[in-house]
């Protein structure tokens, strides 16, 4: 089955599950007061899934005949292996690193681990330009949001109580 | 009015005040080219230093400055690196990002300060001429009419359906429609779709998704394939200027949508952010067969349209505040409380008691534009050079912002989670040929639309408000035709070859 038609089978199951909250269980809990009015919480969301089921089961039926001409796509799925989906998935990786150290690593160290490793990852191998970029990105960044803006970012570890 | 132009020129043309137009444009156009910081947080925070001057007519005056300068600011991110930090130049990038893939970056960017300035101006003019008489007809506007032009907005996803594409692109818009739906709504004050989640009580937020729409899986596209990184022109940066026939192209657009976004900008509740995608999807509709087929991919109009109107309406949106006293977006809401901490009160009053106020925001209007036009036309070569960039360094970069726009804006490390896995997601709808730009659209003018559907609801007692309310009727009419005419015009077409 082409992904499009996969993808439009799990939405069509996203709206299932979102209609059967609205319909089933979003009003059980509805004070009387607000049964007397027109309009629910669940309706806009009653309507949303129930369109929202018909388009993605028209999608995977495929009634929607694709006129577009063949189009060549910017990536063609089918040959992942072809692309660098090893760096892809790294600097994937890393985002989800950096989320996670943000807060206990705090924002100098993490940011330039993130600048730096993500350049290495792509295969810069500058060391002496790589450095002093990361730890000025960083710094100036942390300075224009903490000190200027007032947004508060940890700069340091957790342990060194900052 | 020419006496009040000259009392506003007064106030504006001293030394200090000419200073703190172009330090606030400056200001606004780099902070603002942070993902995260739109115009309304720039401003809250320039606020203390505004009111520290003392002077209204001067904190005002640096006000306008880092608006306008915010707002270019914004549209550079978009056109840059695909990473539209407010939700108003989110259409911007829909051509700006493809035009400056072309190697066309410096030309995207003189076109969108053109727009903008363009439509700063012609909006700051229809303010100056119809303030008082347009402020009544804002209050026609009710719920029912409002609810139409949330839907008008959301028929600019016409624009991305393409060849076989109109199921894909509904479907997209409904997804978004449905996340809006996510976490405490506005009218029903209940938590909804939230699994329990504590994260997800104040629903997802816009910049993350609007980063995990557009910045992250262009980025993932430029890790996977390498030779996207070199811009279809090689990597060079070419064609700073528009051309004669270029100008000609847009002048008419930018006409149009500065006309019609001041008018939308003068609704409350509305705004730029309706307005950009409203321009754009009218000018999609009236253009030609050959110019229809660029945009999305790079049309000048396309990129024109939005930033016209976008600045249009937000100049727009100073009617019912200095008129009324009623703001209609969360910056002019921002700027009634700076202005009442400075002892001035916006309303009906204010252009009899306070003429030198009411005049010197106007006259800052213009010379906020003008010297943003002035400041940014010399720099735009050089922020152009942004692309040129070894991948090495830029691709770390626009994660980093992207990571870091969803961080400014909810203070949340799971935010950059869920906008991991959003990302994910979309980078996988987009090998799909997915259209992501209707699930943001939707995602934007979901709980707007809702709202305003179930106030009309409540207010008129059902459904019937649609046929009862003939500019509600009107209005869904519009977006019916503005849908459905294009469909209709494509299929003749085919039918004929």
Redesign the interface.
């Known amino acids: 089955m082409?992904?499009?038609r996969?993808?439009?089978l799990i939405?069509l199951m996203?709206?299932l599950a979102?209609g059967y909250?609205a319909f089933f269980t979003?009003d059980a809990t509805l004070p009387p007061f607000m049964q007397r009015?027109?309009?629910w919480?669940s309706?806009?969301?009653k309507i949303?899934?129930v369109?929202?089921a018909l388009?993605?089961l028209?999608?995977a039926l495929g009634?929607?005949?694709?006129?577009?001409?063949g189009?060549k796509?910017?990536?063609d799925?089918t040959r992942?292996g072809n692309?660098?989906?090893g760096?892809?998935l790294f600097?994937?990786g890393l985002?989800?690193a950096?989320?996670?150290c943000?807060?206990p690593v705090g924002f100098l160290g993490s940011?330039m681990f993130?600048?730096i490793t993500?350049?290495v990852v792509?295969?810069?191998r500058r060391w002496f330009?790589?450095i002093p970029?990361a730890a000025f990105?960083s710094g100036g960044?942390w300075y224009?949001?903490q000190e200027?803006?007032?947004?508060?970012l940890r700069p340091w570890p957790f342990f060194l109580g900052v | 009015m020419l006496e009040g132009i000259l009392i506003g020129l007064t106030a504006a043309f001293t030394g200090t005040n000419l200073l703190m137009v172009i330090g606030g444009c400056l200001i606004g156009t780099f902070?603002g080219m942070?993902p995260g910081?739109g115009p309304m947080?720039i401003i809250a925070?320039m606020i203390p230093v505004a009111i520290s001057i003392g002077d209204p007519s001067a904190a005002l005056i640096l006000l306008a400055g880092v608006y306008y300068g915010a707002i270019f600011g914004g549209s550079t991110s978009s056109i840059l690196i695909n990473a539209p930090g407010v939700a108003s130049t989110v259409a911007t990038s829909f051509d700006g990002y493809p035009l400056a893939r072309q190697g066309k970056a410096g030309k995207a960017l003189t076109v969108a300060a053109i727009a903008s300035f363009c439509g700063g101006t012609i909006g700051a003019i229809l303010l100056m001429i119809f303030a008082p008489m347009l402020a009544s007809v804002a209050l026609l506007f009710h719920s029912a009419e409002y609810f139409a032009l949330m839907v008008v907005g959301l028929s600019a996803i016409a624009a991305f359906a393409?060849?076989?594409?109109?199921?894909?692109a509904?479907?997209m818009t409904?997804?978004g429609?449905?996340m809006a739906?996510v976490g405490e709504?506005a009218l029903?004050n209940?938590p909804?779709?939230t699994m329990g989640i504590m994260d997800l009580q104040s629903g997802f937020g816009f910049i993350t998704l609007a980063m995990a729409m557009f910045a992250l899986p262009e980025a993932?596209?430029l890790?996977?394939?390498?030779a996207?990184s070199n811009n279809e022109a090689g990597g060079e940066i070419k064609e700073l200027r528009i051309t004669r026939d270029e100008a000609k192209q847009i002048a008419p657009v930018i006409g149009r949508q500065s006309i019609q976004g001041f008018l939308i900008g003068v609704l409350p509740g509305a705004g730029a952010t309706i307005a950009s995608f409203l321009g754009y999807a009218v000018e999609r509709n009236i253009a030609s067969k050959e110019d229809q087929e660029q945009f999305g991919k790079g049309s000048i109009k396309g990129l024109a349209a939005p930033e016209a109107a976008n600045n249009a309406a937000a100049t727009g949106s100073f009617v019912p505040l200095l008129t009324l006293g009623i703001p209609g977006s969360g910056t002019t809401a921002i700027l009634l409380g700076a202005l009442i901490a400075l002892n001035v009160t916006p309303g009906p009053r204010l252009m009899i008691d306070e003429p030198e106020v009411f005049w010197a925001v106007i006259v800052s209007m213009y010379i906020g534009n003008l010297v943003l036009l002035f400041l940014n036309l010399p720099l735009i070569p050089y922020i152009a050079k942004v692309l040129a960039v070894?991948?090495?360094?830029l691709?770390?970069?626009i994660?980093?912002f992207t990571?870091?726009g969803a961080?400014?804006g909810q203070?949340n490390?799971?935010e950059?989670?869920i906008?991991?896995g959003f990302?994910?997601c979309a980078t996988?709808?987009?090998?799909?040929?997915?259209p992501l730009a209707p699930l943001l659209i939707g995602f934007i003018l979901g709980q707007m639309l809702?709202d305003n559907?179930?106030r009309a609801?409540?207010l008129e007692?059902?459904i019937g408000f649609i046929l009862e309310r003939p500019m509600t009727m009107g209005l869904l009419t519009f977006a019916v035709l503005l849908v459905a005419l294009p469909t209709y015009r494509a299929r003749r077409a085919?039918i004929r070859a």
């Open positions: 082409a992904l499009e996969c993808i439009a939405i996203i709206c979102y909250a979003m009015n027109p309009v919480p309706t806009f969301p949303l899934s369109i929202g388009v993605a028209s999608i009634l929607e005949k694709d006129t577009g001409g189009k796509p910017d990536i799925y992942l692309y660098k989906i760096q892809a600097l994937l985002m989800v950096y989320a996670l943000l807060r940011t993130f600048l993500g350049s792509l295969g810069e330009i790589m970029v990105a960044i224009l949001v200027v803006l007032g947004i508060f | 902070i942070l910081l947080s925070i393409g060849s076989g594409q109109v199921g894909k509904l479907l409904l997804l429609l449905i739906t709504g029903f209940a909804r779709f993932l596209y890790v996977l394939d390498p996207r070894p991948r090495t360094f691709i770390p970069f994660l980093f990571l870091m961080y400014i203070n490390a799971t950059l989670l906008l991991v990302g994910v996988i709808l987009r090998f799909a040929d997915y809702e559907f179930s609801m409540q007692g059902g085919r």
